[in-house]
């Protein structure tokens, strides 16, 4: 008696769960340049824990560069939340002498692929682990699909 209400239930459950997410996911858009900006704007911020490396590598000490990055930082936030201007902190970073010694060293630490780790990797092998096997059983009707698709 239980399976009678049970495998149903679940079932519809699936079904709502699946409409719902396709509703989500069809009207979904990506803007590259809003992302470029959201990312440009809180970047300086994920680099700072990299500068603070970078300057004791040359010799600096970690206390004083922490407190030397917590205070550009707290100015930056301010001029970006409270005053909705563009996040200032590499500038303020160029300027403080303090931060001479990595001047030159500044842009490599502000590239974004250095904050994604090893996600390609994991991403290219859960495609080919979990992915394209699940995906295999409807290859034929898949290369008919994009050959029909190809046509039009």
Known sequence: ANRRISLPEA????DIVLTLLQNISEGFVVYPKVIERH???ELPFMAT???IMAMVKKGGDRQQCHEEIRILSH???KQVKQEGKENDLID???KTEYFKPIYDELDSLMRPTTFIGRAPQQVDKFLIDYVEPALEPYSEKLQVIKEAVIKV
């Open 75 to 77: 100015e930056a936030a």
């Open 49 to 51: 824990e990299n500068i």
């Open 39 to 41: 990312i440009a704007q």
């Open 11 to 14: 079932f519809m459950t699936a």
């Open 92 to 94: 303020r970073i160029k």
